[in-house]
């Protein structure tokens, strides 16, 4: 199984830099959490074993959290590429299906803003029925992310 820093260096790693992509704090929490949800979906297991806090922007996890703005300042603020990045190789650290989950929302979400992808999680089950600060339930993600998936 990977760990949230895993998925969030593949996230980090797909980000295009050379073309004026950046990667935030804040944009990196969504995809961290939309991964968790979709592979719960896919697979009925976990990407990772770290829990997702009910922010006030949204889904995100505390340690991740507190490590990227040590490296970046505000949520805002883009999240520099560095010798780990440029190095990553996902074939090595990931399965087959949290290569699939990963590449799916890349494709899905990896495009939208950080704005966007809060204010899509603001309008999601998982989050407005969590308690601020308090930790969204997985089951609660996989149900609702289910149902998305099959049209309900």
Known sequence: MASIYD???YFRWRTDYDAGDYMTNLKLQKLCYYAQAW???FTCSPMFNNDLEAW???PVNRVLY???RSQSGRSWDPIEPD???ENFSPAGVFSLSELETLQEVWDSY???SAKRLEDLTHQEAPWLNTAKN????PDRMREYYTA????A
């Open 7 to 9: 998925v969030a260096n």
């Open 39 to 41: 592979h719960l979906v």
């Open 56 to 58: 006030d922007h949204g």
């Open 66 to 68: 507190k490590h990227y």
């Open 83 to 85: 010798e780990e990045i």
């Open 110 to 112: 990896g495009d939208l």
């Open 134 to 137: 308090c930790i969204i339930d």
């Open 148 to 151: 998305v998936l099959r049209g």
